[in-house]
Structures are given as structure tokens and as C-alpha cells.
């Protein structure tokens, strides 16, 4: 059973358009993130939910916007996409807000790559 | 400011030996630590954590280290097997909603 499960796990689009990746989790966790990882492997946090309320919100272009519809989900729209975008999306989940029990959980990333 | 860890450096071990994997963080707020593997095409992975309170917490063939006076934390596998082969991240948390990530170690195992 997957525990953080994300999609599609592979994204190719052109410059402009607007796509969505999708987050689940089945761990009962309260919170939720999402993380960008660079080409240098780099992790930095984007957003978190807890509860489906916005709780983290970095320094982000408002491109990008995610949605909560209930605490096992958190969704991640991104209007007018750049190149700059590209990237490996990673959803996590953790018991608690900020992780410090146990950690996080993360999905198996999706690579978006805009051309 | 942000800054946990050094820019993406290599490690390369033999099959058998011991690693150690090294991490500088810049928060002396920070109180929970912990170190992530994370393999290719996979997200990360919890290892092991340790709070401030604790110098050295073991795992299963895993061992990690705290020192608080020079802000580093370690991590030690012991006999490193080929599967151990991935980036390795250690991660810290001030108490508050986040935690940051450092930039990774790439760990080599030669068989």
C-alpha cells in the first residue's frame, strides 16, 4: 500500500500552459507539504497544509497555488508555466506540524519538465 | 539564514567499510535533526532523528552523532552494502512549522 502517493509521475508540458499534480495520502496525517527539489538535488519547501488550512506559504510565485480539499489530499496547480519550473515536486505528510515526530513521509516526486 | 549542510559533495566507499556522512547546521535554535536517504527516482526517506538533548542515537547498522558546541551532525552506516548507495540529507527543525533540508551527500558504494 502506498502511503504518499503522487501523480502523474512524469509531467511534460509547454511554456504557458497550466497543469496540476495531485497528492494522497492514507496515513491519517494531519499535515501536509510540498517540496521543490532542484538539479542539484536541492529540497525547499513550498507549502503546508494542516487540517486543510494553509500554514506554510514560502516565498512561492502566486503561479502556483495549492488546494486542500480534505486532510489526505493537497493538490498543486500551476497556472502559466516557465521553464524555471522545471523540477522534481515532492508531497510529504507528517504526523504532526513540522515533522518533529518521526519526520516526514514523501511521495515519489513527480518530474515536471516544461519546454 | 537557511543554510543546513554543504553543497552536494561525493562519498565514495568499498563494500564492507564504514561510512561517514557529515553535516554542518547554521540554527542554534534548532532541536530535532534528522537524516534522510533518499534513492533514485524515490522521495526521501526517514532514517534516524535525534533530538538536542541526545549526543548519539543508533539504528539498525545506522549511528547518528550531535554536536551542539560546533553545530555538525553525522551520520555513520556501518558496513556500508551496495543498496546503501544514494543522497543522503540531514534535515533540522527550530520547534516550528518546517523543516530544512541541507543539500545532500552523494554516497558511492564500490562493490
Known amino acids: 500500500d502506498t502511503a504518499v502517493s503522487q501523480t502523474p509521475k512524469y509531467l511534460v508540458t509547454q511554456m504557458g500552459n497550466d497543469k496540476s499534480i495531485k497528492c494522497e495520502q492514507n496515513l491519517g496525517h494531519d499535515t501536509m507539504y510540498w517540496y521543490k527539489q532542484d538539479s542539484k538535488k536541492f529540497l525547499k519547501i513550498m507549502f503546508s497544509?494542516?487540517?486543510?488550512?494553509?500554514?506554510i506559504n514560502e516565498t512561492v510565485p502566486n503561479r502556483f497555488s495549492p488546494k486542500s480539499p480534505d486532510k489526505a489530499h493537497l493538490n498543486l496547480h500551476i497556472n502559466s508555466l516557465e521553464l524555471g519550473d522545471s523540477a522534481v515536486y515532492f508531497c510529504?505528510?507528517?504526523?504532526?506540524?513540522?515533522?518533529?515526530?518521526?519526520?516526514?513521509?514523501f511521495g515519489s516526486g513527480t518530474r515536471l519538465t516544461v519546454v | 539564514g537557511e543554510n543546513v549542510g554543504l553543497h552536494l559533495p561525493t562519498l565514495s566507499v568499498q563494500e564492507g567499510d564504514n561510512s561517514i556522512i557529515n553535516c554542518a547546521y547554521s540554527n542554534s535554535a534548532s532541536d530535532y535533526f534528522i537524516w534522510y536517504k533518499q534513492e533514485s527516482g524515490k522521495g526521501p526517506q526517514f532514517i534516524i532523528d535525534i533530538r538536542s538533548n541526545m549526543d548519539k542515537r543508533q539504528g539498525q547498522r545506522v549511528t547518528v552523532l550531535l554536536n551542539k558546541t560546533v553545530k555538525h551532525l553525522s551520520l555513520q552506516i556501518a558496513a556500508t552494502q551496495p543498496g546503501d548507495s544514494a543522497v543522503y540529507f540531514c534535515a533540522e527543525n527550530t520547534g516550528g512549522f518546517k523543516t530544512i533540508f541541507g543539500a545532500g551527500t552523494r554516497l558511492f558504494v564500490k562493490a
Open positions: 510529504a505528510s507528517s504526523q504532526d506540524v513540522g515533522g518533529v515526530v518521526g519526520g516526514y513521509t
Open positions: 497544509y494542516n487540517n486543510k488550512e494553509l500554514i
